[in-house]
Nanobody
Framework: QVQLVESGGGLVQPGDSLTLSCTASGDTISGYAMGWFRQTPGKEREFVATISKDTTNTNYGDSVKGRFTISRDNAKNTVYLQMNSLKPEDTAVYYC????????????????WGQGTQVTVSS
């Protein structure tokens, strides 16, 4: 029932920062744990970050720990992914997702998905 739309992707150089946004419509995100995943051509979708409904719990994929930060603003129905120290291997389509059943890293746990936004890191 909830619709998710990602934005903020683009072309950046290695070491740059970029913030992605995911805005929901049709329902409020206060009832959902939220997550970010990414995918490159020919590879499986990879877990990036997740945040609980009350923001007290977060988790990150090993490849982005210490560089990426997930946050949410329930009043704006928006979740964010702050990406710092970007590397060429971060290049991917980034997807926002929502789940009513807790929070976690499993793709199967998420009920709703956005269409993705392209992030390209290149010199």
């Amino acid at each position: 029932q909830v619709q998710l739309v990602e934005s903020g992707g683009g072309l950046v150089q290695p070491g740059d920062s970029l913030t992605l946004s995911c805005t929901a419509s049709g329902d409020t995100i206060s009832g959902y744990a939220m997550g970010w995943f990414r995918q490159t051509p020919g590879k499986e979708r990879e877990f990036v970050a997740t945040i609980s409904k009350d923001t007290t719990n977060t988790n990150y994929g090993d490849s982005v720990k210490g560089r990426f930060t997930i946050s949410r603003d329930n009043a704006k129905n928006t979740v964010y992914l702050q990406m710092n120290s970007l590397k060429p291997e971060d290049t991917a389509v980034y997807y926002c997702a929502a789940t009513t059943s807790g929070w976690g890293t499993r793709i199967a746990s998420y009920d709703y998905w956005g269409q993705g936004t392209q992030v390209t890191v290149s010199s």
